[in-house]
């Protein structure tokens, strides 16, 4: 299994960002993955997770209504679509899955669970 992340990078207050996830080597449906972000200093924290096979979502409450998951099941892709950014928005970023059946909310309080990680990739947004 291995997830490839791309995007990220620098962008100014109020801007938007989008982040890929591409996994390959597993089947999407048996699979339940989420976006995780961590700033210097500060733990890891799940901001936008899938249950298994992409039933059900979540979001931390300081991203709802900013961003968005998008996710295909053929090419097992989860998409963060990041707007109306903010400074304290500023993380690296890093997807993961879980081969089991679980839900969004416990993928989103559950980054020690997680069996595959991507690369992770920064974010920040600043003027």
């Known amino acids: 299994v291995q997830l490839v992340q791309s995007g990220g990078g620098l962008v100014q207050p109020g801007g938007s960002l989008r982040l890929s996830c591409v996994g390959s080597g597993f089947n999407f449906d048996d699979y339940a993955m989420g976006w995780f972000r961590q700033a210097p200093g500060k733990a890891r924290e799940g901001i936008a997770c899938?249950?298994?096979?992409?039933?059900?979502?979540d979001y931390r409450d300081s991203v709802k209504g900013r961003f968005t998951l998008d996710y295909d099941r053929y090419t097992s892709t989860v998409d963060l679509q990041m707007d109306n950014l903010e400074p304290e928005d500023t993380a690296t970023y890093s997807c993961?899955?879980?081969?089991?059946?679980?839900?969004?909310?416990?993928?989103?309080?559950?980054?020690?669970?997680?069996?595959?990680w991507g690369q992770g990739t920064l974010v920040t947004v600043s003027s």
């Open positions: 899938l249950g298994t096979g992409g039933t059900t979502a």
């Open positions: 993961a899955a879980i081969k089991a059946i679980v839900s969004s909310w416990f993928i989103c309080r559950n980054a020690s669970a997680m069996h595959f």
